[in-house]
């Protein structure tokens, strides 16, 4: 095993040239088979006072709070940026998001509830964010995931559109083979 996390190198290969060897200081290999599960052994002893749920290199905080609740997400924050720090790793305060998910017909409500930080700066609140592929809204409904599935269709039904226009249709067989389509349609 620790040949596996130890003293590695790696390197990046477009067509037939390579690049020069660096050597990583820290994490677990990607795109092996035993680089997820190590990672999450590497985490496993992540403690936060609120469920943390991980997966694969994503971490997911959050909280259940009534009105008269005293927050204590920052503090599961400020344990997890400790920890990644003691680690050797750290957060990404850009790719980290805050929504807040409140059926509260008190407009209001929102204001009171503080910022959350890692190390000193604000967290963005957001009215929705994507969690594992899934867009979540803070009103809990389906369009945005929706609205964000029927874009990337569009874009992808587009390019297909371009290869029959330009005449590649046996790409677009293979293409629509892949994918349990018929190409003669």
Same mark, same amino acid.
């Given at each position: ?12 290969? *477009?067509? #037939? /040239?390579? !690049? ?13 088979? +035993? ?55 750290? *957060?990404? #305060? /850009?790719? !980290? ?13 929102? +204001? ?55 005449? *590649? ?17």
């Amino acid at each position: 095993m620790a040949t596996f996390l130890l003293d590695r190198s790696q390197r990046v290969k *477009i067509g #037939s /040239e390579y !690049s020069h060897s660096g050597h990583p200081n820290g994490g677990v290999p990607q795109g092996t088979l +035993s680089g997820p599960k190590c990672f999450l052994v590497y985490i496993n002893d992540l403690r936060t006072t609120v469920p943390l749920y991980k997966y694969v290199d994503d971490s997911t905080l959050f909280e259940i709070c009534d009105r008269n609740y005293v927050s204590v997400i920052q503090e599961s924050v400020d344990i997890a940026a400790r920890w990644t720090e003691q680690n050797d790793m750290n *957060i990404n #305060s /850009e790719k !980290s998001k805050e929504i807040i998910i409140s059926f509260a017909q008190d407009c209001n409500f929102r +204001s009171t509830i503080p910022n959350i930080k890692i190390d000193g700066r604000d967290i963005a609140q957001v009215c929705h964010a994507k969690l594992l592929g899934v867009t979540i809204s803070q009103d809990l409904t389906w369009n945005k995931h929706v609205d964000n599935i029927v874009k990337k269709a569009g874009k992808r039904l587009y390019r297909l559109y371009q290869l029959k226009r330009a005449g *590649i249709t046996q790409t677009l067989k293979c293409i629509f083979s892949w994918i349990g389509l018929r190409g003669d349609t």
